[in-house]
């Protein structure tokens, strides 16, 4: 998983960028700069007054609206769970390990060599098992980031119409804009007035090839010392 990795395709966004330009062009107007209500600062404006591009912020659309805070809160719990299970998990094979290592002395070579295998072997088991855990729970918040940008989608095109604009363009894309054409705030207060929360998961995602040890006790990440 990405960090920071946008959510709307560059491709999608620079294709908005030209769909703007056309409709200034066919109005036969040229952007403009208007006046900043709010004080001081300036937006590019289509020459009625409107403006023709908007910025947004899509990190902390996701990050500070509920359904995308929320969705957030559900890896990291997950995760901090994983890794309470991974600590259990390398002191029981820690204390396998020295069990083992007593155990030299009282077998032959043979008897011992077959034992430590089979303990190298339970190890890359359990790692194994942890990290496709871990991916299961990236790949879970992943998909939540794509669910989100399908739902913000109409509401977007609410914005679109609420200031008059033609495009909406990701913020990092940018070398400078002005404040006012920044909507992120205005796309939080939407995505929290019309998108239902996530529904909490149970239980942690369920993986392929999960490996127990022969004790029954839960497989995690871990290896000998």
Do not use: C, H
């Not at 999608?12 to 066919?26: D, K, P, R, Y």
């Not at 796309?187 to 392929?208: S, Y």
């Not at 029954?216 to 990440?221: F, K, L, S």
Request: without cysteine; glycine residues 8%.
């Amino acid at each position: 998983m990405a960090a920071g990795a946008p959510l709307w395709p560059l491709a999608a966004l620079l294709m908005a960028m030209g769909l703007g330009s056309a409709a200034m062009a066919q109005d036969g107007t040229s952007g403009t700069i208007a006046p900043d209500p709010a004080g001081g600062s300036t937006a590019v404006a289509d020459g009625t007054g409107n403006l023709a591009l908007l910025t947004l912020n899509q990190a902390a659309l996701f990050e500070k609206s509920a359904w995308g805070a929320a969705a957030m809160r559900a890896a990291e719990q997950a995760a901090s769970a994983l890794s309470a299970e991974n600590r259990t998990i390398e002191a029981a094979l820690e204390k396998e390990e020295l069990g083992l290592t007593e155990k030299r002395g009282q077998i032959t070579a043979e008897e011992f060599s077959a034992l430590a295998r089979d303990f190298d072997r339970k190890v890359e088991e359990f790692r194994q098992t942890q990290d496709a855990k871990l991916r299961a729970i990236n790949r879970k918040l992943d998909e939540d980031r794509k669910t989100f940008v399908e739902l913000s989608v109409p509401l977007m095109a609410e914005l679109l119409d609420e200031y008059g604009a033609v495009a909406i363009i990701a913020d990092d894309i940018l070398i400078l804009s002005r404040s006012s054409a920044d909507v992120t705030q205005r796309a939080i207060e939407l995505m929290n007035q019309r998108l239902p929360m996530p529904e909490e998961p149970g239980e942690a995602p369920a993986q392929d090839g999960q490996g127990v040890p022969p004790d029954g006790t839960d497989t995690a990440p871990g290896s000998a010392p």
